[in-house]
């Protein structure tokens, strides 16, 4: 069972910027495909950014290209997620995800952690 913890959420003011970590235990971090989400209160949960096994061609949606970075370092089982120019609108629960070879599902979850961004 794969166990995924997220932390570095807060409170930033707009324009600010946050690093999101999430490390992942109890599995093969190097064969995921990891994925961060987010959900805004009274929203559904929507993908924000993913990152294939090896690192590469990391897939972002459209609105947060050029803003948000992710990443993943393999030896210490950890994906990150760097915002930055962070807006009011970016205010959510962050959530990383992994999805197995096996499956292609994201099919384990973290915490979440809070992000809030003030005007």
């Known amino acids: 069972q794969v166990q995924l913890v997220e932390s570095g959420g807060g409170l930033v003011q707009a324009g600010g910027s946050l690093r999101l970590s999430c490390a992942a235990s109890?599995?093969?971090?190097?064969?995921?495909?990891m994925g961060w989400f987010r959900q805004a209160p009274g929203k559904e949960r929507e993908f924000v950014a993913s990152?294939?096994?090896?690192?590469?061609?990391?897939s972002y949606v459209d609105s947060m290209k050029g803003r948000f970075t992710i990443s993943r370092d393999n030896a210490k089982n950890t994906v990150y997620l760097q915002m930055n120019n962070l807006k009011p609108e970016d205010t959510a629960v962050y959530y990383c995800?992994?999805?197995?070879?096996?499956?292609?599902?994201?099919?384990?979850w973290g915490q979440g952690t809070q992000v809030t961004v003030s005007s």
């Open positions: 995800a992994a999805a197995p070879l096996s499956t292609m599902k994201y099919d384990y």
């Open positions: 990152i294939r096994e090896n690192g590469v061609n990391p």
């Open positions: 109890g599995g093969s971090f190097s064969t995921y495909r």
